[in-house]
């Protein structure tokens, strides 16, 4: 139960990430409420899956999710670019967090 609130923790962390670009654009009350939302969801779940996930690592894995999700969302809807540099390097974090999971 705790890898999978680390994952979703994860997710909202991305979530929150792209509500805060949405924010640096609109300056609209709405995408401020979901980066809140976002981002409060995404740290009590990232306090629950510690108390099982040693610290590190969970934080580890939370911020590989969130990285490479705010990539992904960066390269998919706000024009970012797509060089296979970058993709190889998202690669090597998801392999670097499996590789934490395995190991713990």
Do not use: C, H
Not at 5 to 31: D, H
């Amino acid at each position: 139960m705790a890898w999978l609130s680390l994952i979703v923790a994860g997710v909202f962390e991305t979530f929150g990430v792209a509500m805060l670009n949405q924010y640096s654009v609109s300056r609209s009350w709405k995408p401020l409420v979901f980066l809140f939302l976002g981002f409060f969801i995404s740290l009590t779940l990232l306090n629950f899956s510690m108390n099982t996930i040693p610290m590190g690592t969970a934080y580890a894995i939370w911020t590989g999710i969130g990285v490479v999700g705010g990539t992904i969302i960066g390269m998919l809807f706000y024009g970012e670019s797509k060089d296979w540099k970058r993709i190889l390097f998202i690669f090597i974090i998801l392999s670097a967090s499996i590789g934490l999971k395995l190991v713990s």
